[in-house]
């Protein structure tokens, strides 16, 4: 059976963190193109004019003082990233500390939380410290690192520096990745081979900043590499997109969860070939929030939503619930998982909500629902009589789909094998042998995932990440989309040439004149 | 230079060199002649890995004890004799009587004590706080009860424990291994005749035996061994383990039996324990050449290190091919491994410099970190296993080594930045040339520092990456590399932007060690996530005064530098006046 699904704008909340993002590059980019105009321009008047706006605006934005107060801050929000994670979990911390341009910092968690120390302040958040790390570094560059070649040697080396340029790109986007998978290699030798190309990429580029930067070749090198990695990593939280696939042994799926979010599915199985799906996101449930929306079959009144929860009986007090499983069960709110917990459990999300005839305000009960509860069916009068929806609450899915087709590809889970250290239960290994079916390119083969050895097909990556600690025939893989993985690697070996050139030439010096002395 | 002064250095590496001879010769056979020592050497598993009977003797005394060896009840002596924890675990094994009257287990929580209805003992120092199976045995039920309350809460929530209930579950734990080694239930001493069998312990291969009517030769001849020992029959013992190590050598191979004898003379060398000795003599050293005879002393310290560096790489190589896995896998081979580091970039800035700076700082650092990994070793075996995801060669090689490098050099720069200070502000010693060459140092050792803890930040999400695919995910202790190569890229830019000079750097340096103590223990102090190698009770105050110190020491380096006694105008000279703002006018 294949599926349909139809989803949501998503909630306010990722559309505030994408507007929040943008203000990033585009921050970034102007600078560039102001220190490119600084050089090139060689008309007396415009040539003045353009070093006075230099000089006014962009020598502060260059000064190293604004670079070590920028390092200062970051350490702090670092700091404080990781004590929020003692009560929090560390997505909520990553969503409210780093990937946004202003955070409020509580100040209770730098202190016994016995103490409950009150209160609160503004600090900025990660993406607006990292923001202006790039403009601070774009501008010292733009105002200290002179272009000292000339003639030929500029010509030749602005070459070298495109062809390295080029050739980063290449190994970015994975050219010379023919097999597509790195399933054949030992982890040793795959992960050495990512390294390589990505060294001689940035050997290239060296050459082409000695013959354009001479001596501070290298510093221009890393500094190129860290804005690498930093714009990378901010690409990585507005586009990468990442989800669990739970399997027992025999079971199929083609969809990954993301265990951070949850969503509610309103399904409409009538359809003997196609399952048609609702979504809502979990950004939208709010206590008290009454959602209504064309594309709902009925409309929805949140009555109470909870982040994490466990079930239990029904409270004493008087159930909220009046239909479906919330009239035998019951929910207890819990803590957030926090970040630094190591059992690492996962958030169970669970509500209690109101569902209501369309355009009335008669309700067809209310309902609890959590991802702890199998699917509940609602039935409502539509004119051409009753109809039977099923709603549950779960994690939030994403359908795996290769580029261009027009059904999803599955997995199978084959065989899950798990080795532990002899007389322990410290886990030593495991596999799981995988079944995997994309009907549209007739592809049908069994591949083995295991630890560190991923299976890569249509722009995802399968990783081995964990098990079922109570049943030893499940296995957990964990599915990235990530088009820019292979940036760090490169930027890596990038800062790691510039490093070891600048640092390098340091020393030899120091040698040098010392040995002389 | 007079002959002394040549002839002393060769002195001092000579007699270093003899002593750790003398430690590496094998012992003799104990009085009754019973072969202990080749018993020792028999291959077992537990916990995971297999290891020879002397290390799971060691390392049970160690947990239960706190230490490797014990004493007899001795008549003449009331000190007691002291034995090897081979010794105790053989009479344990035998049920030996006098394994009952062995004061092994310590316990030092009082209320405990009381429970058991026993006195806290104080003398002899040699049984401080330690009883015998028999003292313990009468309060068995009562512990019995209060244990089982305890792990009942634990397995609710094990954060509403109390003191006493920590120490009830200890002291039980202790007691349930002794039982099962005394049950012979652990370790696995048979291994498999085929891949698909599995090693057993002496329990399983009897009850085997009892089910098919054969005994496994090896749990035969463990038997027999046994069995001569609680005979008294030396030589028939010594026979025994001969034709037992024959026995498993057949099925385990060479290798895996050389391996076993050379991790038995690793336990009875203990190098790590001799190196943290011949640090402290170093540092004495150095110490006394900032007063009197300062060359040769200086050169004695130098070579002396050199020595024990020798000693320390050769228990680090060891260490690798007992494990057959790189140097760094948990704390306390981190431990190990960032004094190593420490110690080699001193003896090369001693090389370069020539002013005993590089001796005191490496001397320093490898003793402290020798003791905190001593301090770490309690928990049992120093080599276990890891965790399915941890396991890859190639990442502890090179992400786990990189970062521990870079905290070897972080906290290198830190303890420079110490003799900076505390040389400026309470000797006259720190002569302008001097501050120079300490900055140079100090910046030196920042920029290697910068390196590895950059690139080994980076290696850390490359492995993320490669395992489940996501290059950085904000746990706390990738948060405390980051914060690391962030301090250090702060204190090289607030150089190069001249906003601090000798003085700053080298106060700012002192933070990193706070930085690099914050990332090493207090992020494990927050959880125990995947990264974290375990908690320990108490290790939160040793960290709290660590940084308390380095903050004081920040502190005082802030006073005005005419309260420095090296920048000061002496009383009895009148002031020049190039002579007054040293540590300003340094900078290169």
């Known amino acids: 059976m294949t599926r349909t699904v139809k989803t949501l704008p998503t909630g306010h909340k990722s559309e505030v963190e994408q507007a929040n993002a943008s203000a990033a590059p585009s921050t970034g980019e102007e600078s560039p193109v102001v220190a490119g105009a600084m050089s090139v321009a060689t008309g007396a008047t415009t040539h003045s004019r353009l070093v006075f706006i230099a000089r006014t605006i962009l020598l502060p934005l260059s000064s190293m003082k604004l670079t070590v107060a920028l390092f200062a801050m970051a350490m702090f929000i670092v700091l404080a990233g990781t004590v929020a994670q003692i009560d929090k979990g560390v997505w909520t911390v990553v969503r409210d500390y780093f990937r946004t341009p202003i955070a409020w910092i509580d100040l209770y968690i730098f202190f016994p939380r016995a103490w409950n120390v009150p209160g609160r302040f503004l600090f900025p958040g990660g993406w607006l410290i990292g923001a202006a790390l790039l403009v601070n570094l774009i501008c010292a560059h733009a105002v200290r690192f002179k272009v000292k070649a000339r003639g030929a040697r500029l010509i030749i080396g602005l070459a070298v520096l495109a062809v390295g340029a080029l050739l980063t790109w290449m190994v970015v986007v994975s050219v010379f990745d023919h097999n597509g998978s790195g399933e054949t290699l030992t982890p040793y030798w795959r992960v050495t081979m990512q390294m390589l190309r990505g060294g001689v990429a940035s050997v290239v580029l060296f050459a082409g900043c000695t013959l354009v930067f001479y001596k501070r070749a290298g510093i221009v090198l890393l500094h190129s590499g860290i804005i690498l990695m930093m714009i990378s990593e901010l690409t990585t939280g507005l586009y990468a997109q990442e989800g669990n696939i739970r399997l027992h042994e025999g079971q199929g799926k083609c969809f990954a969860e993301d265990i951070r979010a949850a969503e509610l599915a309103i399904v409409d199985p009538s359809d003997p070939q196609i399952d048609h799906v609702v979504v809502v996101p979990d950004g939208w449930m709010r206590n008290g929030r009454f959602i209504h929306d064309k594309r709902l079959p009925f409309d929805i009144m949140v009555r109470q939503y909870m982040k994490n929860s466990v079930l239990a009986d029904p409270s004493p007090d008087g159930n909220l619930a009046t239909a479906g499983a919330g009239l035998r069960t019951g929910v207890q709110k819990l803590n957030e998982v926090s970040g630094v917990d190591p059992e690492q459990n996962v958030d169970i999300p669970a509500a209690y909500m109101t569902f209501k005839q369309k355009g009335s305000s008669e309700p067809l009960g209310t309902y609890l629902v959590s991802i702890a509860l199998r699917p509940q069916t609602i039935q409502i009068n539509t004119p051409h009589g009753a109809k039977t929806y099923e709603v549950a609450l779960r994690f939030k899915r994403r359908y795996l789909r290769s580029e261009g087709s027009e059904n999803y590809f599955w997995l199978h889970l084959v065989n899950f094998r798990h080795d532990k250290y002899v007389g322990t239960n410290t886990p030593k290994n495991f596999s799981s042998d995988v079944r995997l079916v994309d009907a549209d390119r007739n592809v049908d083969r069994e591949v083995k995932i295991w630890m560190n050895n991923p299976l890569r097909y249509a722009g995802e990556v399968f990783y081995q990440a964990s098990f079922d600690e109570t049943d030893d025939r499940v296995t957990i893989l964990q599915a990235v989309r990530n088009q820019g993985w292979m940036v760090p690697y490169v930027s890596c070996m990038i800062v790691a040439t510039g490093l070891l050139a600048h640092f390098g030439t340091h020393l030899t010096d120091f040698l040098r004149r010392r040995l002389q002395s | ?588």
């Not at chain 2, 002291?82 to 675990?89: D, E, G, K, N």
């Not at chain 2, 190990?336 to 005191?360: A, Q, S």
């Open chain 2, 1 to 588: 230079m007079s002959a002394r002064a040549k002839v002393f250095p060769v002195i001092v590496v000579a007699l270093g060199a003899l002593w750790l001879l003398a430690k590496a010769m094998p012992v003799d056979e104990p009085d009754d002649g019973m072969a202990i020592h080749e018993f020792g050497r028999i291959p077992v598993v537990y916990q995971g890995r297999v290891k020879p009977l002397d290390t799971l003797a060691r390392n049970t005394m160690r947990v239960i004890s706190d230490r490797q060896v014990f004493y007899d009840n001795s008549k003449s002596d009331p000190k007691g004799e002291q034995r090897p924890a081979i010794r105790w675990l053989l009479d344990v094994m035998t049920s030996a009587d006098a394994a009952r009257e062995y004061k092994v287990f310590r316990i030092v929580n009082l209320e405990v004590l009381e429970t058991l209805g026993l006195q806290p003992r104080l003398k002899p120092t040699s049984k401080k706080y330690r009883y015998s199976v028999d003292e313990i045995a009468s309060g068995l039920p009562a512990l019995h009860e209060q244990y089982s309350k305890a792990a009942h809460l634990a397995e609710q929530d094990s954060d509403l424990l109390d003191v006493y209930q920590r120490h009830i579950l200890k002291l039980g734990n202790h007691w349930q291994l002794y039982a099962r080694l005394h049950n012979r239930a652990i370790p696995l001493s048979v291994p498999p005749r085929s891949p698909q069998e599995q090693w057993t312990s002496f329990v399983q291969a009897t009850a085997h035996a009892n089910h098919s009517g054969t005994l496994d030769p090896v749990a035969a001849s463990f038997n027999n061994i046994l069995n001569a020992y609680t005979d008294h029959d030396a030589t028939a013992f010594k026979n025994y383990v001969l034709e037992h190590l024959a026995d498993i050598g057949q099925i385990l191979g060479r290798a895996q039996m050389t391996q076993a004898g050379f991790e038995v003379f690793f336990n009875r060398f203990t190098p790590f324990y001799h190196c943290a000795a011949l640090y402290l003599i170093t540092f004495v050293l150095s110490a006394i050449a900032w007063l009197v005879w300062a060359k040769p002393l200086t050169r004695a310290a130098f070579w002396l290190m050199a020595l024990t560096f020798i000693v320390h790489t050769f228990a680090l190589v060891g260490r690798i091919y007992i494990s057959g896995r790189p140097p760094v896998t948990n704390l306390y081979s981190s431990a190990t491994f960032i004094g190593w580091g420490c110690v080699i970039l001193g003896l090369v800035l001693e090389l370069i410099f020539r002013l005993g700076i590089g001796n005191i700082v490496a001397s320093v650092t490898g003793f402290m970190t020798l003791v905190i990994a001593h301090n770490l070793a309690g928990d049992g075996d120093t080599f276990e296993m890891l965790q399915a995801v941890l396991d890859t060669q190639f990442w502890l090689a090179t992400h786990v080594t990189c970062v521990t490098l870079g905290y070897s050099t972080t906290f290198l720069a830190g303890f420079l930045g110490l003799v900076y200070v505390l040389r400026g502000l309470f000797t006259r010693s720190l002569s302008k040339p001097l501050s120079t060459d300490l900055a140079r140092m100090i910046y030196g050792i920042l920029c290697f520092a910068l390196f590895f803890s950059f690139i080994g930040t980076v290696l850390g999400g490359l492995w993320a990456d490669d395992s489940w695919g996501r290059f950085w995910g904000w746990d706390p202790k990738e948060n405390g590399a980051l914060m690391i190569v962030l301090w250090n890229a702060l204190i090289l830019h607030a150089r190069w932007g001249g906003m601090v000079k000798a003085r700053g750097m080298a106060l700012l340096a002192i933070f990193g060690n706070i930085v690099t103590s914050w990332s090493w223990f207090g992020t494990n102090e927050l959880g125990v996530g995947l990264h974290s190698y375990g908690f320990t009770e108490g290790r939160a105050f040793w960290l709290l005064l660590f940084v308390a110190s380095q903050l004081f020491i920040m502190a005082i380096g802030i006073l005005p530098q005419r309260l420095w006694r090296s920048f000061a105008v002496p009383p009895n000279r009148k002031a020049a006046p190039d002579d007054l703002p040293l540590a300003n006018s340094v900078e290169s």
